[in-house]
C-alpha cells in the first residue's frame, strides 16, 4: 500500500469549516455564464474587488487569463520565467511565470508578453490547447473546422481551435439569420463571462469535480429510491435550500448528475485519496478511494465524518471536503461493504461497487469469531465492532494476528520461515503465472528467513509480523519498488509523489524500516507516527499513519495468519496476552519502571487512548507487567484499571 507525506500545504484543508463558496455579488448573480463563472470562484481563479465585484463583462487580458489557468490547474510555483514587460509587481506576475514553465504561454519575439492587452479568442485557443498537453491530453485533431470564417483564424491557431471545438472547449456564435452556421471569430476578445465557460469545459476535461458538478443547487425528495424535484427554486445559494427543509427524506443536489450536497442520514465513501484533520488525534489524516465513513453533517462545502469509530467511542471525527467524497442516503444505497464467515470458518472481507452494489473484491484475514453466523452479512466501521442486517450490535472481534504488538517474537526459525516463503511463491505461480512467473527464483522475499530472524534478535521485533508486512507492501516480492530498487516496504512511496528510492538490497531496505520508521515515529509512544505498534486500524495501529487503506491492517495480518496456518499455528498456540489501554480522560497514561506509584517511577506515557500492549505478568492485584514501548526496555507497568484485556480471536 502506499504512504501519505502530509505536507501544510494540506493542512490547510482543515480550516474554513464552516465556509461556503456562495459568492453573492450582483454582477456573477443572473449572468448568462453564471455557471461558468461560479467554477472560477470555487476555484479561487477570480477575485473581487473592495465592493465585492468581479466584473464579468469586461474583456480578458492576456495575464488574467494566464493566471486563471494557473489556478485552475494547480501550477508549481515558478521562479525562472521572465518577461520583459511583466515587472515582479504585476497582478499576475506568479501565474504568469507558472503558466510559462509550464509551457502555456511562450511570449513574443521581442521578449515581452503583453500582459494587459486583450486576448484574442486564437490565442485563448491556444494557451487550452497548450493546457491539454499539460494535463497529458490527446491534442489531434480528428475534424476538419467548418467555421463560416474559419479561413481567418491565422495557420498557427487552427489545429489547436479544431481540438478546442472537437472536445467541446469551444462551440463558435451562430448566426442570428441562420443558425446553422457558426462563426469563430478568431480576432474578437472575450469577456470573463464568456473565457468562464471555456475554462469550464477543460475543467471537466480534466474531471474536476467542481466543474463537473457545477450548476445550482436544488431541493429534491428521494421517492421509492429515486430522486424527485420539489417545488423549491434551485438557487446558487446553498442555504437558501437548506432553510426549506421539512422532510428527512429531503436532500439537496447540484448540478446535472444531481451530486448531494446535504442528506439528513446515510454514509460517506471517498471518492479518491482524501486527506482531513482529525479532531480525536489532533493530526492530518489520510484515506484511500472508496473509503467508508459515518456521516455526521454537511455546511455544502465541508462534510463532518467519522473515520473507523466503534460502538462506543468516535474514530477520527473532522471534516472531508464535499467534493472528494460522495454523500449515499441509506435509501439510495446500493450496498456497504460487507464481512461474512467463509465455509473454513474463516472472515471474509468482501467490497463492493458503492454505485452498482455488486461485489468487486474480497480477502480472508483470519479465524471466523464463534458470534459470527453462516450466510449471514456483518458490517463494521473499524473492522473491530460489527452490526447485522437490522443494524443492531453483533459483536467485537479483535483478530490475533491484526493486534499483536511487533515486541511479540514468532515461535518460528529461519528454515521454517523460508519454507512458507517458497511455498507462498510457488502457490502465486500457480494462481497466476503470468504476473506472478518466475516468482519462486527472482522474488525478492526469498531465502530472506535468516535476516528476519536477525532483526527479530537485534531489534526485538516479531520476525513473522515483518514478513507478513514485506508480502503485503510488496505484492510477494514481485512489485515494481521491491524488484526494482529492493525496496520491499514501499517506504518513501506516497500517494501523491511516489519517490523511487534505491536500496543496496532487500535487507539494506529491512535495515532502514527498523531505524529510520519504525524505532523513529511508529514504535516509541510518542513518535511522530506513533497510534500503537500494531497492523491496527485505522484508529490505531501502523495503519493510521504507514497506509491509507482503511483495510491495509486487516490484510497484513491476513498474510500472519495464513503462514501461522500452513506452519502448524504455532504462534497461535502460544499466544500472547494483549491489552488495550482505555483511560478515556485527556491526562495522559503512566507507564511505570516499577508497579508503584511516584514520579521517580515514570517510564513514559501514552498521550493517546486506545495502545495495544502485551501483558506479560498479571499476578500483582493492581499492575499489569508490559513490554514498553521504548526501545532498550522489556518490562514496564501499567495499572489494571487502565487495561482491558482483549478476548482474541486465533
Known sequence: MKKYILSLLTFTLAVGLFFTTNASAEDVSGNYHEEGLRVLIDKGAISPDANGNYYPENKVTRGQFASILSKVLGLPKDTTKNFSDVPSNHKYAQEIKNAAAANIISGYEDGTFKPDAPIQRQHMALMLEKALVYLKKNTKPT?????????????????????????????????????????????????????????????????????????????????????????????????????????????????????????????????????????????????????????????????????????????????????????????????????????????????????????????????APSEMQAGVKYYSWNGVDFTGPSGNKAFSYYNYYQWLPIHSKTQYTAEELNKYIDYALAERESINPVKYKDATKISKIKGLGEELKQIEADYNVNAMMLLALAMHESDFGMNYYSQNHNNLFSLYVNDTNPLNKEFDSPEANIEELMSKFFFKNYIPANGMFAHGSVFGNKRTGFNVKYASDPYWGAKAAGHYYRADKYLGFKDASNAYTIGMTNNNTSVPLNVRTQPLYGDQYKMYQYSRNYMPVIITDSSNDEWYQIIPDKVGTTEGYIHKDYVKVLNTTK
Do not use: C
Open 143 to 367: 475534424i476538419t473546422l467548418s467555421f463560416a470564417d474559419t479561413g481567418k483564424i491565422l495557420e498557427p491557431y487552427r489545429e489547436a481551435v479544431a481540438i478546442g471545438y472537437e472536445l467541446g472547449l469551444i462551440n463558435g456564435s451562430p448566426d442570428p439569420k441562420n443558425p446553422t452556421v457558426k462563426y469563430f471569430n478568431p480576432s474578437d476578445n472575450t469577456t470573463l463571462a464568456h473565457a468562464s465557460r471555456f475554462v469550464q469545459r477543460l475543467m471537466e476535461v480534466k474531471n474536476d469535480p467542481i466543474a463537473i458538478h457545477a450548476g445550482t443547487y436544488q431541493l429534491k425528495e428521494i421517492v421509492n429510491g429515486s430522486l424527485v424535484a420539489t417545488s423549491a427554486k434551485p438557487s446558487y445559494n446553498y442555504s437558501d435550500l437548506v432553510k426549506q427543509i421539512t422532510k428527512d427524506t429531503q436532500v439537496i443536489t447540484k448540478g446535472k448528475q444531481d451530486k448531494i450536497f446535504y442528506m439528513n442520514s446515510g454514509f460517506v465513501v471517498s471518492d479518491v485519496y482524501t486527506t482531513f484533520y482529525s479532531e480525536t488525534v489532533k493530526d492530518i489524516i489520510g484515506v484511500a478511494a472508496d473509503t467508508e465513513l459515518k456521516y455526521y453533517h454537511s455546511d455544502g462545502t465541508k462534510v463532518k465524518v467519522d473515520l473507523a469509530s466503534s460502538f462506543d467511542a468516535q474514530g477520527h471525527v473532522g471534516y472531508a471536503d464535499i467534493y472528494n467524497v460522495s454523500l449515499i442516503p441509506y435509501s439510495l444505497s446500493k450496498g456497504r461493504h460487507y464481512y461474512i464467515r467463509t465455509n473454513d470458518n474463516e472472515i471474509k472481507h468482501v467490497l463492493i461497487d458503492h454505485e452498482t452494489g455488486k461485489d468487486t473484491a474480497s480477502y480472508t484475514f483470519g479465524k
